[in-house]
Structures are given as structure tokens and as C-alpha cells.
């Protein structure tokens, strides 16, 4: 009875040398690979013989479908003849390491499979015994990583600025900008220390301690330190470094991208030195009109006042020596009168615009106060001023150029501010002196502020500059503009 039932059990055993397996195990087998979570399947004769649940998965085909089908059918049309070749090699008892191939499910949708193929004996027949893996996941996974790390390499080879990446300040990757800032190609640098990119080495140390020091409390730092090319020639680089993580480890790992700036700054200096030259240019433009202005009004003061005097006494002496009772000649003697006063007083009109003798025989406060009751003659808008200056410690230049600022901002005021009113401060405060005119107009927009033709502005903000001061204009649509001026009197007019 023993012999029998261990015959039994002989003749049931899968037999693991030959990997026959006998066809009363079938039903076990199947139940077994079907709680797998890889595909299996059994080939023979040119179609599956068994396949698991997984692999019905992946397929999408039910079990009755699949068994009709070519097994290279469901494998991609490109790939099919890879598989092929793996089979054959494996029928003829060849071993093979695992490959991958792209299988066309029911549907039509693509998967990736990673599949080991072995030669066995199934119901006493030669079949191969194959083992999948749906690697599609992994497979779109390694695709995009690829692709991140080629549109990172992309990124940093289309950036113009030279960037390196640093570990304890050696360089660890270089894009191809290096090469247009510092005259290195990218394989000269990797594993050399980052000091070739600097004057010398003590300015190398000072750069990297204080890179390093800033970048422990903060995760990205800019500033603008001399470096030097290949061949050389000293660079002005703008350097922004960022340390790579969330805390500057042992490694010091950190990101420098370098910026050439040294042609750009020196366009700067020379725009700079420019602008200061036509503003000195327009200064002293200024200047020598304001003088030749007070020449002229001068003049016009003594040399046609004397001539308009003279004849009004001429006109006096003729009119005491008429016959009495000709009405004709004392008629047009007075005309003439009449004639003369008027021209005298736009004598004075025009010297006084030219040059106003208040401002330089009563001072600044008087010659504003005198401005605005011409203003408000000439325009109907009221005013009202509080002037709290000391005359005489004001140079005369100084006083000429807030009289002129002044009188600018009045008749902006007259030509676009549609107001009925104004207020003017002029005041000293610690150091600076300040003048603050408002109204209560249409407001000024920010367009017409920054408008290049706006040469009335354009000649305040000179004017203010020229004594290194600072002007504030300021709008709001309904409620007027204030402009806020202040003038240090500590300081040195520029140019």
C-alpha cells in the first residue's frame, strides 16, 4: 500500500529538472499563477496554451479570445521582430536576459512589458514558459525624468549668463555660456576650484566667505564683484548665487550664475556723465539768461525809463506854453500823456518779468507774494499763502531758482488745472527748504507727469536737481495736484 501511494505521488510531482509538468497538476497550477501579480503565460504550438489573470489584464482580452489569437498580434509592429528572435532563441534551449517590448491591448492603447521567457515541457511537449511586468508606469516615469533633465540641460545651455554648480567650491557642472563670459569650455572646468574665475586669491577667499556667510540665512544672495577671463582681462560680473536645498549642508552645494556688466556699466557711467553735462549745459544756459535777462530789464529801467521821463516833462513845458483856448493842440498833448503812461507801465511789466527788482532789493517772500496777487489778477484764482522765511541767509541764486520753480508751477496751474484756488507754503525746516503748492483742479494724471513734453515739469525737476533736491508731483482726478519741492541747504548744487 505504501509503494502504491508513494508511486502516486511520484507520478503527480512536477518533475523540476526537465520542468515537466503533468496534466493532473493543471488545475493547481492555474489557480496558483493567477494569484500572481505578473503576467504568465505557456506557448505552444504557436498559441497560448495558459494564461494568467494578470496577463489577461493587460491584454484586455477575456481568456476565450486570447487563446484564438497570434501571439505576435498583440505584440507592437515594431517590436515584433525582437520577440520573435527571443523565442526562437529560447526553443532551441538558448537562454536570454529579460527584454522589453510594447504590447497593443484590445483597445489599442500601447504598453510597456518586461518579460523572462524559459523553455519547459507542458503536457509532454516543449513550450516556453514566459513571466511579464507592466512597466509602462516606470517606463513614462524614466521618459519624462529624461525629458526634465534634457530641458533642464536645454535651459541652462540657452541662458546667457554663465552658470556653474558648486560643491565646497568646486565646480561640479558648467552650462556653455562659461565659454562667452570666461573663455572656458564647460569640460575644462569640471573638478577645478572656482578661484580661476577671480582676480587673485585672496580676493577669491573674501568672495566666497561672503557668498557663503549669506547664503546660510538666506536662500538666494545678488551682488556684482571684478572677475577675470581666460585670457586675462578683468570682468564686472553680476553674481547671483542660491544654495541648492533648504539649508546650506556640509558640502556648501550652491548655484552661481555670472553676468558680464562690465561693457553695460560703462555705458552707464557714460549716459550718466552725458545727462550731467547737458544738465550743467542747461544750467548755465539758465544762468546766463537770468543774467542777461536782469541786464536787459536794467536797461529798459534806466535808459528807456529816463527817455519816457524826459518826455513827459517836454510834453508838461509844451502844454504850459499853448495859446489858451486851443483845444486841438491840449487834446492831442494829453493823448500823448496817456500814450507815455502807458508805455511806462508795460516798461515796468516787462522789466519786472525779465527780472523782478522785489527779488533782489526785498528778497524771496516778497517777490512770491507779489507773483501770486498778479496771479490772482491775471487768472481770478484765489490764493492762500503761508510764507515762513528768513530773508538773507538764501543765496541770490538759490532765491532765483525757487522764484522761477515758483512762478513754472503757477502757470501750469493757469494753463491746465481748471482751479479756483490754491495753497502755497514756503517753509525751512531743519536743513531743507520746502515749497508745497496745491489746488484744487482737475487733478494731473500720471501720463501727463511722465509725458517728454512736458518741458514745464521737465524744467522744475531740472532746476530742483541742479541743488540736489527732490520734487514730488501728485494727482487725484477730481481734487486737484500737489507738488511737494524740497532743497537742502546743507548741500552743494550739483555740476
Known sequence: MDDQKALKIKKNTIDRDSHTIEPSEEALYTALIDGLQIGVYILQNRGFELVNRRMLEYTGYTEEEIRTIDPLKIVHPDDRAIVKRNITQVSKGQTISPYEYRLITKTGQTRWIMETATLINFK??????????????????????????????SILD?????????????IKFANAAVE?????????????????????????????????ATLTSQRTFV???????????????KMRASRIGDILTGDRRIVITYEDVTEQRKAERELANSQEQLRNLSMHLQSVREKESTRIAMKIHDELGQSL??????????????????????SKIQHMRELIDTT?????????????TLLDDLGLTA?????????????GIHYKARLNLKEGFIERELATALFRIFQEVLTNIARHAEATSIRVNL?????????????NGKGITKEQIDNPKSFGIIGIRERVNFWGGAISITGKPGKGTDIKVRIPLTGKRKG
Open 367 to 379: 517777490a512770491m507774494e507779489w507773483q501770486l496777487q498778479e496771479f490772482r489778477e491775471r487768472t
Open 344 to 356: 511806462v507801465e508795460s516798461m515796468h511789466r516787462i522789466s519786472t518779468e525779465l527780472r523782478p
Open 427 to 439: 517753509t525751512k525746516k531743519g536743513d531743507g527748504l520746502y515749497l508745497d503748492v496745491s489746488d
Open 124 to 153: 509532454t511537449k516543449k513550450a516556453i514558459l514566459g513571466n511579464s511586468m507592466d512597466i509602462t508606469e516606470q517606463k513614462e516615469v524614466k521618459e519624462t525624468l529624461q525629458e526634465l533633465d534634457s530641458l533642464k540641460a
Open 158 to 170: 540657452a541662458a546667457p549668463q554663465a552658470i556653474v554648480g558648486l560643491h565646497n567650491r568646486i
Open 309 to 330: 521821463t524826459a518826455l513827459q516833462l517836454d510834453l508838461a513845458w509844451l502844454g504850459s506854453r499853448l495859446p489858451p483856448g486851443d483845444l486841438t493842440l491840449t
Open 180 to 212: 562667452d563670459v570666461f573663455g572656458w569650455r564647460p569640460d575644462e572646468l569640471i573638478g577645478r576650484s572656482v578661484t580661476l574665475f577671480y582676480r587673485n586669491e585672496r580676493e577669491a577667499e573674501e568672495i566666497g566667505r561672503y557668498f557663503y
Open 223 to 237: 551682488s556684482e564683484f571684478y572677475c577675470r577671463h581666460k585670457n586675462g582681462d578683468d570682468l564686472l560680473c
